[in-house]
């Protein structure tokens, strides 16, 4: 982290949906490259972060491996406050 800029200061205003959200944003480019996508339904109390994949993420045979190795630990990563990430219909 940046201790000159600022950034860590901004960050930590963030609310935990607002950095789920951006971090989703950071994400959803890659995930659109291949013809698929992402929503964030909602966040529980526990912090688990439920996700809608949409496009042609719904449905694919590694859209398991894509939620675990990709989005829940890239989010886990950015939000370390996360417990879980989940995908629902």
Do not use: W, Y
Not at 41 to 49: A, F, K, L, P, S
């Amino acid at each position: 982290m940046c201790e000159n800029c600022g950034c860590s200061e901004a960050n930590a205003e963030k609310t935990m949906e607002e950095k789920v959200k951006d971090t989703i944003e950071s994400i959803r480019g890659s995930l659109q490259s291949h013809g698929g996508d992402v929503e964030l339904v909602g966040i529980d109390e526990d912090n688990t972060v439920k996700v809608r994949l949409q496009g042609a993420c719904h449905g694919c045979p590694g859209a398991a491996m894509t939620m675990k190795m990709g989005i829940e630990r890239i989010l886990k990563e950015k939000v370390p406050e996360i417990k879980e990430v989940v995908a629902v219909d």
